[in-house]
């Protein structure tokens, strides 16, 4: 947890969102970031009233990224890192103008509302070796990254099959009228092409590839919308498989009434399998062929030192998505701070963002066409 | 509970058989059936050393089923239904057989090896108007039957989405050489077409069915043989369109290993969710809107009718596998006794049958055709 | 699940009767009991309705235990065993009758409704050495029995401490005036001197000293009649010494609403500890010092001798009840047929009922003096 | 959340410190506290040393807790409150001399090591009329202030049960040798005269009334030293009287081996029951009189407003143990700033310290002399 602490600007957070707040609770928790700069929304009386909530000096607060991203570079004590949290339509210009500045980002996902930012946003990172860093909560997760070691070294032999599923009910209605968290995921022009499979979809391949280990290489999709009138998908399920041989299941659904933030993966290997569930976060599941489990829990001396690093209690002390998020903040500083080869690998990057965008790009063409297609872009 | 005890013949169930003694047990359990003759295995010697276990008469002990059904037909106290308990290819001959003699039968699934056995089976039951019944296990639970009545009576709205799993890793390694269950279920000329779809997909199939009141109109399939040198699927994941609309999933695998015998059905409608899992059988979870559950368990003062019926211990008694496979044979004394309309309705008969026949022939060939599939058999 | 098939009679079990179904369905299911004779109820027409229904002989149904042990007693092929699932009140005299008629018998718990008449029962068994089972019945779930063999290996090291908790809500209003079961449990002439203390908290010490192979040796109840007017307690709660050493903890309460028959014990040894929960009963916890759980079912092949015995079904097809019971049955018939030594080891047996009688007289005792009191009946 | 920011000092959480970092992350978490000055350990250097890292001004870090308010109370940005966080023995003096400094504390728990100590703090929180709350962790989860106010609210009518257990397995071994967290607790001249019961009986204790309503007014208490050569109690079960008629049990314990730390609570009352487990902080099980359960999650709209303010993320989105401890910290913000009536409410306070305290005395009085006791003192 050592290591100074790194000045931050963020965009996005504004009065009445929800992820800025916990960008922020995230990045103060294990002191590596103080945020002095913000442009936490696009009217600079809202970025005012929120800022003087959070003690942002009045003269630091902005009206828009850009002008804060001018104006703290002029600064001796200007922001050393930028957090974008805004919805996904003004993620690539924010974040190339930001990592053209010289200015670390660390961004909401999905990385950007279409594919073509993103491959945008991976010119400018490629250009620039600014690091850059995705949100994808669930990584940050200590039992999710002991899931990965172990699959990594081995513990499961051979990865055979994986499965994600990411249900949630909260768009079961057509609420996007009256809920401003609704309104912009449902719209095209500020969440790009995918409904469900953007906002958490993305989630449920990121983890896949990332507990795995393997690559997703063809996948048929059959994204549905369910609620009448919307224009983006709100359920999609989708065969996959991986490395041109595992198989695989990713769901996601926001209309899967009941169901309140369930992302589950499962990974069955040659030796057993595990299975992590953000219901239970601090809890990882072990199955052995001799149908016994082995339920292992964050803080245990048993675990590995990636799991051990993303803990801050001792066992039975749950750690909830505030903590997992921190998580990523604090890899966040430490690849600012010289070892940014974490990124792409426990800490989400441009990689990452890349596959998903594209990911959802396949998806929204396969579904269409109802077409098995590989993740090169051909039917099969 | 009532009614008169029933003569039943059993055909299969000999030394080592796994199915067998628990329809015998399934039979006896509520004291309608009386096994009085059976042809238990191939070998007379088996037959008879399984019988004497059993306490059948050595005189009604036969070495094979046309023999018992023509010996049977001529005693006044003759076998007044049949069990089928045999491995799937030979349950054709045997159920046609049984069902001109008049005999009623009731059939473990899949109801045959074959798409073509099963449409003779079904013509055989549409010109004799004999009872026919399958095991369908799960089926016979209580809380199963409670959520299709939900469903049914509109508890949770329209229905919107349906996922069915069935998880299992007894095959993850190559025993098929050494254990007689898992040989036959792998060898096309027993089992038939299918492997994990036609032992244990065919068990999802028919849960998503039965508890949703919907029918799979399109599916596309992806199979696969995990393990090397299988000739047929070991693992299988499947989407599907239900009604031509209602998005849904169905993965069954005998390679996950770990996974003892989880399956486990969610279907969620417009004001809600229910979801059961065999590992806990004796509860049934209602998903509501404001994301709070509702459990309840067997027994309960507060279930329908249907639960209450398959249901023989107070709550927090757990009722298991053989009590469910019970209540099928308690159904099939109903259906025999004069209540026939209850097959293909409460109790699986010969539709659910001949549709998962169907199923597994239309997945094999989406699977080799990486397309979707109509239920009708057209490529989409 | 060999041997030879043997006659039994039985006492109770007449039409509205819980546990005599309980007992006819597990004295059959594993083939080794064929119930030919009853005196199901005080009522002969009554005794004859449910015999009909059982497949009794008519003139095998007598109108009292007395006379058919004697008429049976005549007959060649009379009754080898007798099962007395009767009121406690009635227990003794059956159950002594029997015993010095030469006849096996297998008796519901308690095993009395008095210490004293208890006493008279050890007597007899003594005096006879005829086999005398009592039907404890989580003594006969194969996870109980795991449990129980791995903590004599020595598994979790020195045993330190034990807690079992019985609730049920079923009596938290004052059905006993239209509920016959609750009527006769709460009437100290039918049930004797413990309500729920006799009625399951026996259950849970039987359950404490057969896992932990520890023994009651002191004890201060706190017994509590919360509905008003009933004359018996309706809960208790129970501080325990085991071998004058070890800490414990007794629970068991009708009157917690909302519960339905959650019978769960933890037993915590220097080095792990282990948690059953009928609630699940085909799983068995096992704590690690690590923190780590090992969670193990009922069919899977690491299981000791003991619960591979007590299991009918592979892994992830649940028994219930009626199976445990079931096992119980079984032991009785290798009891009977000459390995009488599992007796008061993995089959319950006379010490176990005595030592029920006592502990239910002592925590009376105690729980009105206000003071902790040895097993031997002394105040601390 | 609202609300100017605090100037917060801290005693103790030097290098190595468990609490200490958690009332640091607690208390910035809701952007109401910041932490200013610190006399973090008893060596100025640690104490630098930790300040340090946390961004403390170099020169408002000391050595000492007196030498602390006396310099800040000369400043005019001198520290608004306190946070006591040293091991037990130093709580009274401290805390006392805060609060005649006029300083708001807010102070670990237990709130002293001996019952004329807690007197002490009594008196001067009488006197001087400023806040004082102390940190019952567990009072700060949502779903516990849902049940609280259920139960208060008569969802389940009158109490007549509570059952608290707060299991932990980390002093198995006797490693107080090695262990800096284990050395002090086992240690009567730093912990007082509780060990376990001192050190999370208390909490349980707390939960009980703070739930139920109900107060403890009688005990029978039963302590164990279980690891040898311990001079404290590792191990306690008690009986409960509340309100002189309600039954209860509490167990604590630090060796029950593999356990983690699973406090969990459940009261019953006329129409059904509560419970609550930590392992799940989330979730709270409402047990109906039907047998069925209602289980509501923190962040859903159906709970209460104690609930929902104790909420920050929406349903799904598991809060853990800081989040719970930055709650009470909240709270403290509201009660300094205007509203103190809370405290002893909803956010424990002198009472409740006080009265665990009582707890601790009578505990071990009450297992020494093996008897009953009021909680007035007097032997039963």
Known sequence: MAGRRLRLGMVGGGPGAFIGPVHRMAARLDDRFEIVAGALSRSLDKSREQGARWGIDEDRLYAGAEA???????RADGIEALAVTTPNASHAAITIAALRAGLPVICDKPMTATLAEAEEVARAVAETSVPFALTYTYAGYAMVREARARVAAGAIGGVRKVVAEYPQGWLSEAIEGSNPQASWRTDPARAGAGGAIGDIGVHALQMIEYVSGLRVTAL???????????????DCNILLRLDDRVPGVLMASQVSAGERNGIRIRVYGERGGFEWAHEVPDRLIQRAPDNSQQILFAGAPGLGEAAQAATRLPPGHPEG???????LYRDFAHA???????????????TDGLRAMRFIELAVRSSAARRWISFDGEEL
Chains 1, 2, 3, 4 share one sequence.
Not at 342 to 350: E, H, T, W
């Open 220 to 234: 048929c999709a059959d994204l549905s919308r369910v609620v009448a009138g919307r224009a983006l998908d709100d």
């Open 321 to 327: 998505l505030i903590e997992a998020f921190a998580t």
């Open 68 to 74: 804060m991203i001018a104006a703290e570079a002029a």
């Open 336 to 350: 600012i701070d010289g070892t940014p080869d974490i990124l792409d690998g426990r800490l989400p990057g441009i």
